[in-house]
């Protein structure tokens, strides 16, 4: 088995690879801290959780039942979420490459930080940057704006299939001019 790894070993697919993951990392970095913290909630709900007779439940294992059951749920949300931005990173690459940097093709990309992040990422790599956070910039984006503008406009959408399919179900883009 060792004889048949050694001789299928390719660097390029390694370097391939190497640089997706940095890229993914990139894109969904505020996601990917935000899943750390709820395994931080896991851990920490974990210890202090009393195993105790369902009869005699207190206020206390109520509380740290939920804090184990948001630190399950969170970093499962979060990557989903990552997940979706990559591939929206690898969408606008593509178009940015074969149209050139236009501010109209990047409007799509802006109703969240975790968007605004993938639009970045993807103008970094193509040297477009500044072009994309001078127009952040001027349309009222600061660091500041995490929340979607979908959800600061009508806090009840979380409650519509539309939202959560958007950012949790993204469909995989297999990139086309690129390897990375």
Known sequence: MLKTYLTDYNPSKTLVFY????????????????ALIGIGLFYLG?????LIPISSFEFLNYFWGFIIYSGVTIPIFAELDAFGRYQDYKVIKDVIYNNGYDNRLINIFMSSKCQRDSVLVAADDLEHREKAEDYFYKNGYRWYHLLPDRFVKNPLVIFRKEFWYRILFTKKYQL???YW
Do not use: D, P, T, Y
């Open 46 to 50: 974990l210890s202090n959780f009393e």
């Open 19 to 34: 640089n997706q993951f940095i890229r993914f990392i990139k894109v969904g970095r505020s996601l990917h801290f935000i």
């Open 176 to 178: 086309k001019n690129f």
